[in-house]
């Protein structure tokens, strides 16, 4: 039993943790090489190389996690790598419920349309497995978004990949050169983005495929809105002013960022700070509330309310009036599917079925 409860990892998974994360590395590297002559195993690569980052990550918290039926799990076979692994949707809820790490939904839905081209390649046939050209920009806009993607959950998951900075690095610049299958694209727009530009509208660096093509849209006066005209890459944006300086910084998708006057760094606290701020506790209405808990980051208070929308100060998730109620059990505000929260729970509590009282019963 001792081995189950031993935060201490057997030198064993360390071990293989570094192998497959190794082994991930390898698959993008190929990926990017084998694009010109076969794109076919590079979506192919290219996804096993995804799977394999969240296998690692799995596999870091608990050896099991990553065998599609741990119950039947034994370290031997493990060992000799006699078992099924878990796919990418099996692997995004043990992120989620098992090791309290998931993935964000634009993450995740970028994940499964690469698994979703990659078997359409392994198991029917793809369009873009005859080089078709358009169809050839449809791989690399996925793989730049899902590189986008990975590299976030990099640092968000910096614990365990930081010995392979070097390793990312060396990947993102052969990414660089892979968006130069996107140029066409880019210039075809051109007029587009221009005449977009006369009206007002600001265009900024694409964060995923590096082209002046991310069109920015308001909200309201906070809240911003992202999207790509070449990737459709997208992002929820948010204006705060810096703790430090006061200066208005936009931040993109997350709060992790430097202050573009004096380098302060931002964190999910400033930005909750900066949107509470004009919020003043009303004592006979004491119900009222502008904080919530994110089912999507299972944030604790981390959704605050600015001007009907409701938005994460920690994943910058959107939500809508609707999208947020009072859990039945702990009586907080919350987003995500409250209609068994009695029961169930919400995002920061674990309901009634959670509760000492009911396990003791
Ligand atoms: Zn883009
Ligand atoms: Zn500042
Ligand atoms: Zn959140
Ligand atoms: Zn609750």
């Not at 090489?33 to 190389?49: G, L, M, N, Q, T």
């Not at 809508?320 to 907080?332: F, I, K, L, Q």
Request: proline residues 2%; glycine residues 6%.
């Amino acid at each position: 039993m001792d081995s189950i409860v031993n935060l201490k990892k057997p030198k064993q998974v360390k071990n293989a943790f570094d192998l497959v994360v190794e082994n991930a590395f390898d698959f993008f590297q190929k990926a990017l090489e084998e694009f010109d002559k076969e794109p076919k195993y590079s979506v192919i690569h290219f996804h096993a190389a995804i799977e394999l980052i969240m296998k690692a990550r799995l596999l870091w918290e608990h050896w099991t996690l990553i065998i599609t039926r741990p119950e039947s799990a034994t370290l031997k076979n493990f060992r000799l790598g006699d078992f099924q692994s878990v796919c990418i949707r099996d692997a995004k809820v043990r992120l989620e419920s098992i090791v309290q790490e998931g993935l964000s939904k634009a993450e995740y839905d970028c994940f499964l349309r690469l698994s979703d081209h990659r078997n359409r390649m392994v198991h029917f046939y793809h369009p873009g497995s005859i080089g078709n050209k358009s169809e050839l920009e449809k791989i690399v806009v996925e793989q730049c978004l899902a590189w986008y993607h990975v590299s976030r959950i990099f640092e968000r998951w910096n614990e365990q990949f930081q010995g392979y900075k070097k390793k990312i690095v060396k990947i993102d610049k052969v990414m660089h050169k892979h968006r130069e299958y996107l140029k066409a694209k880019f210039l075809a727009l051109g007029e587009d983005i221009k005449n977009r530009k006369s009206r007002g509208i600001l265009f900024s660096v694409c964060p995923a495929c590096g082209f002046k093509s991310f069109e920015e849209a308001s909200i309201n006066e906070l809240i911003l809105y992202y999207e790509c005209l070449v990737c459709k890459a997208r992002e929820t944006g948010l204006k705060v002013d810096c703790p430090k300086c006061g200066v208005e910084n936009k931040l993109l998708g997350e709060p992790y960022r430097n202050c573009d006057k004096c380098g302060h760094k931002f964190d999910e606290n400033d930005v909750q700070t900066f949107l509470t701020k004009d919020f003043v506790y009303d004592k006979h209405d004491p119900d009222r509330s502008i904080v919530a808990h994110c089912h999507e980051c299972n944030g604790y208070e981390t959704v605050v309310n600015v001007n009907d929308t409701w938005i994460c100060s920690q994943c910058f998730e959107t939500y809508d009036s609707e999208d947020v109620g009072r859990c039945d059990w702990c009586g907080s505000l919350s987003t995500g599917d409250l209609g068994d929260s009695l029961f169930e729970g919400c995002a920061a509590c674990d309901g009634k079925f959670g509760s000492d009282s009911f396990k003791n019963e």
